[in-house]
């Protein structure tokens, strides 16, 4: 169920993936500028994250996750309206602030949920989930934003409320248990371990955070590259944005069952990062709708063998009483990388080109490879990270 709530959800995400070419084309702000504002949208997420871990531990994750779809959705309806580059940032970093205090809920509830054996195949599916709704998303959006840009907020609020509703008709009876637990846990003396004391799983974060720097180009810039480059309409980059969520959709879950108990953690983390900056580097060397697909493809495995794994990893890791501030500091990495790619990715466009911003991307998805092998060497214990997977 928290799975469908999650297909609902982003079966409507239209807006981030367009608001790079929103800013640009509709509003009319220059990519520098667009890039601060998409900086907005980082710095929102990572005071969202954060804050959600802490309510979570704080209210419990039902709460936060219906309060955050309900007023994310009620939110995407008035953003349309600003249009200045001031009111355009503080209005995305509002957003991102209300929609991701959700993600570390989110994670707290299907590790609270899911039997301990099955949690790395509990996130999968419902990565599953998001990955077949943002397939679902950007196809649709970017065909409706050949008529109106206004119509994606519409969309993309229409599904958040809709997604909440579902989540509260079907947990409203569940979360006694949940409030019962937190209230057991709040009287007992056993010490709760401080997700930024764990020293190896802070430089897994700080890591995670560079991976997706990386990443999350294929929201800030790739559209651009698409739009620039090949003088492609924004149905074609939902095309491709699309892509990515079926290629995920179709083989984590495969990739998980098959090999996920047949290789370490780090394993897949490695090789994923490792691909995430192949992905990248090979956009520099020719020009041809066949080498988009092909490192779209290599970004969408990319994704499958970094992020279920790590999840994992780090619900297993924090443990119950913990897992709302573990989450929240995970899901901040993530939040950083929003900070700073799309400012990064934008100013390595307007002072190099896209050769110079995919050939930085290469280059530091490789070295974050390293940095993943790196901690497991220095530490000198291979399964340090590996623990409860």
Excluded at 29 to 52: N, P, Q, R
Aim: hydrophobic share 50%.
């Amino acid at each position: 169920m928290l799975s469908l709530v999650m297909l609902i959800n982003r079966s409507g995400a239209m807006v981030i993936p367009f608001l790079s070419i929103y800013l640009t084309e509709k509003i009319g702000l220059s990519k520098v500028e667009a890039g601060y504002v998409l900086m907005g949208y980082g710095v929102g997420a990572v005071i969202g994250t954060t804050l959600g871990g802490q309510l979570t531990e704080r209210f419990g994750h039902y709460k936060v996750q219906a309060g955050s779809l309900i007023a994310t959705g009620v939110y995407l309806f008035i953003l349309p309206l600003l249009s200045s580059f001031v009111g355009l940032i503080v209005g995305v970093t509002t957003l991102s602030i209300i929609a991701d205090t959700i993600r570390p809920a989110n994670g707290a509830s299907i590790g609270y949920y899911a039997k301990k054996e099955n949690v790395t195949k509990a996130f999968s599916l419902n990565r599953l989930a998001i990955n077949l709704g943002i397939s679902i998303g950007p196809s649709i959006g970017g065909w409706l934003a050949t008529f109106s840009y206004t119509l994606l907020f519409i969309t993309d609020g229409t599904t958040c409320i809709l997604a909440g509703i579902a989540f509260i008709l079907y947990f409203r009876n569940l979360r006694k248990g949940e409030d019962a637990d937190r209230e057991e846990r709040k009287k007992s003396s056993v010490p709760v371990r401080k997700a930024y004391t764990d020293i190896p799983f802070v430089l897994f974060c700080i890591l995670n955070a560079c991976f997706a720097l990386v990443f999350f180009q294929i929201l800030y810039t790739l559209p651009l590259f698409y739009v620039e480059e090949y003088a492609v309409d924004t149905t074609f980059v939902g095309y491709m944005l699309a892509l990515n969520g079926l290629v995920v959709f179709a083989f984590e879950m495969i990739v998980v069952h098959l090999w996920g108990h047949k290789f370490k953690v780090m394993t897949f983390v490695i090789f994923g990062a490792a691909l995430n900056g192949l992905a990248y580097l090979m956009l520099i060397f020719t020009h041809s709708n066949a080498l988009l697909i092909t490192s779209m493809v290599l970004l969408s495995f990319a994704e499958i063998f970094a992020m279920p794994f790590a999840i994992a990893w780090v619900s297993n890791r924090a443990g119950e009483a913990s897992r709302g501030s573990y989450m929240g500091l995970y899901t901040s990495s993530y939040a950083v990388a929003h900070i700073i790619a799309p400012l990064a990715g934008t100013q390595l466009i307007t002072y190099g080109g896209f050769d110079l911003l995919y050939g930085v991307l290469g280059g530091f998805g490789l070295l974050t490879a390293l940095g993943f092998y790196g901690i497991v060497r220095a530490v000198n214990k291979p399964t340090l990270l590996q623990e409860d997977t």
